[in-house]
């Protein structure tokens, strides 16, 4: 009995720090971001964006949560753990959709599939989780036509998922 107890007691200790240090993690992380792109214009973020992945690195990668921006020239995403970045141009993008699989993962809820041309110029694609699906490709299209210059700058109201 007393060693249930204990270890009950541990458990609860142990998911209480994870729960604790995730917290302090995104925040950490999303005040970088913020502070990289001060004094630019954020249309979209999201501070726990759930990543699935690049298409070029196949079926077997780490998938994560991390910080999700949209700005007028690109999207930049930061990974919480392990520490890792991918950007994005707004002029490399070839297609967004709102998608419910992606390298074979899959979830209830639809996520957001961005194509687009890496820096090599090879094509690519990723896919995140995120609140308010819908908003963020509305928005991305109309970034697409207005670099295109068939669109017209008409963004969702708010910014902030």
Known sequence: ???AIILSTLLIVFFIAVFVFLRVLKVRKTEKVLK???GKNILRMCPSAN???LMSRGLAQVRGNGVL???DEEIF???WVPS???EIRVSSISKVESVKSFLKKTKLLPFVRVDFKDERGQDDAAAWLVPRT???VNDIEKLISRKAGTGDD???ESNAD
């Open 69 to 71: 921006i949209l700005t």
């Open 134 to 136: 819908k908003d963020w």
């Open 36 to 38: 990289k792109y001060e």
């Open 77 to 79: 995403f930061e990974m």
């Open 1 to 3: 009995m007393t060693f």
């Open 51 to 53: 990543f699935f992945g």
């Open 154 to 156: 008409d963004y969702s």
């Open 84 to 86: 890792r970045q991918l």
